[in-house]
């Protein structure tokens, strides 16, 4: 049976987010980000294109570290200003019937208490159609925001993320039985509260105790759970919480080992292989035919900034790349030198050090586009044969369309390349009813499976197996 393959609108709160330096297209809309209409008519486009959700990125802090500022950042809109995503959701669920919403939030800064209750609420006015990326930062200067001299350390942020989640997953799941709303006019009674439980959570990190959560359950109860990282630890985070993994990068054998570990970790954990979505990075630019999307791209490249994109780059390795001659080869002890035990404390989240030879020149040449991701330029035939390509190489489900001018790069792929996949049989041609976690793992799915992690904490629920 053909694997139809997933798809998520990459897109944040803000006007430049991936491919920086294209909000200055004069047919990108970005700009409007602030104005409802901008989000609705979004959200109406997507679904026409079936897509499975439009997945909101989101930073706390601030790209400050090239050139030791925001000069940067601030010119070329590199995710400066942002908004909250969650605002939007509304909206956007208003009006539409299906599209799934992915929001990013920074679990390090916030409390498993209030945080449960504005997920239930999205989940509720969403109908069933909201996911939770979590994420646990990257930027020092969210942490600074926040009071703190720097971030927590990566693992030690892994850590507090997993006390966060049982917290999490005792309010949406113990908090109220199925039945304990009822409801009835007549006897006065609008919940039974025999059916409302007390929740209890002494970890590390977090206390909650002598409350209920404050909502009655939504329709999934607990958010669809994605996740978004390739380190060792973030893997083991994601294979004990995450329904849905965004990873990256260009080499497809090394994607390919990246899926096979997601998978990995989920059994470990207990669950199944397919428990897990994986999703990567997809950039398009498509036209009718091979010269028209080339020109198309050409266009593009002239509105893009390098710059905006190493601003961006750098601020998570947290090394300032202008102390370098534009043609001086940057190494892991030179940037010792200039930052001890910066590199050390970082480098797993990172991903290890610079190739030999790098230089500031090369890291500029290879985000010419605005971002390091390369995107697929062709005919709606040679794209499809791509996205085949590496859904067959490496075992991912779907992809997360980026950005590039918007919205006519979505536009673009609904009505050139999508038709191209539904004559193949790897897309959709309607979108199944239900929650969002239904759409994307099957009916009567609504709620996180019994072999979830977060699945024992439900009132009067045995998880066998569990670890």
């Known amino acids: 049976m053909t694997k139809q393959i997933r798809l998520n609108a990459f897109n944040m709160n803000c006007v430049g987010h991936i491919h920086h330096g294209l909000w200055k297209h004069p047919r990108d809309n970005s700009v409007d980000y602030r104005k409802p209409g901008y989000w609705i008519a979004l959200a109406q486009l997507l679904e026409k294109g079936l897509f499975d959700a439009v997945f909101l990125a989101d930073i706390v802090g601030v790209y400050d ?16 200003p942002v908004n909250d995503p969650a605002y939007v959701v509304p909206l956007m669920a208003q009006a539409t019937q299906h599209l799934g919403f992915g929001v990013t939030a920074n679990l390090t800064y916030e409390h498993p208490y209030l945080f449960a209750r504005r997920f239930a609420t999205l989940d509720h006015l969403s109908g069933g159609r ?34 966060f989640m049982d917290a999490f997953y005792k309010l949406l799941e113990g908090g109220w039985e199925d039945d304990a709303v009822v409801n009835d006019r007549v006897r006065g009674i609008y919940a039974d509260p025999a059916k409302i439980h007390r929740i209890r ?36 985070f994601a294979g004990r919480h995450a329904e849905c993994v965004f990873t990256g990068g260009q080499d497809r054998p090394a ?52 710059e905006g994109a190493l601003a961006h780059f750098v601020s998570g ?3 300032d790349l202008d102390r370098f001659g534009l043609d001086e080869e940057i190494t892991d002890e030179k ?32 985000r010419r586009f605005g971002s390091q991701q390369a995107p697929i330029v062709g005919t ?46 790897l897309y959709k041609t309607a979108y199944e009813e239900g929650t969002l976690r239904e759409k994307l793992f ?5 709620r996180l499976p019994g072999n979830h992690h977060g699945a024992q904490f439900r009132h009067g629920h045995q998880r066998s197996g569990h670890r």
């Open 317 to 319: 390795a947290g090394v």
């Open 442 to 446: 099957g009916a009567g799915r609504a």
């Open 65 to 80: 570290v090239l050139g030791d500022g925001i000069d940067v950042t601030a010119r070329e809109a590199v995710q400066l």
């Open 335 to 366: 940037l010792e030198a200039l930052y001890p035990g910066r590199l050390r404390r970082v480098g797993e989240a990172r991903g290890g050090g610079f190739a030999p030879g790098t230089t500031r020149r090369k890291l500029l040449d290879a």
């Open 255 to 306: 994607l390919a080992k990246m899926v096979a570990a997601i998978r990995g970790e989920a059994v470990e954990a207990g669950r199944e292989r397919d428990d897990v979505k994986v999703f990567s990075y997809l950039t398009v630019v498509v036209d009718s035919n091979e010269r028209a999307a080339r020109d198309k791209y050409d266009e593009y490249l002239a509105y893009a900034s390098p």
């Open 201 to 236: 959570h002494d970890g590390p990190f977090y206390k909650v105790d002598n409350v209920y959560n404050l909502t009655e359950p939504s329709p999934q109860r607990t958010p669809v759970l994605f996740q978004a990282g390739a380190s060792k630890r973030g893997n083991a």
């Open 380 to 425: 709606p035939s040679q794209v499809a044969d791509e996205i085949a390509r590496i859904v067959a190489e490496t075992d991912l489900d779907g992809f997360n369309l980026t950005r590039t001018v918007a919205p006519e790069c979505y536009r673009d792929f609904i009505e050139l390349v999508i038709p191209e996949l539904q004559g193949r049989g």
């Open 130 to 163: 909201v996911g939770w990326n979590i994420v646990t930062g990257y930027l020092d200067s969210a942490a600074r925001g926040v009071g703190l001299k720097q971030q927590i350390d990566h693992d030690d942020r892994y850590d507090r993320g997993d006390d």
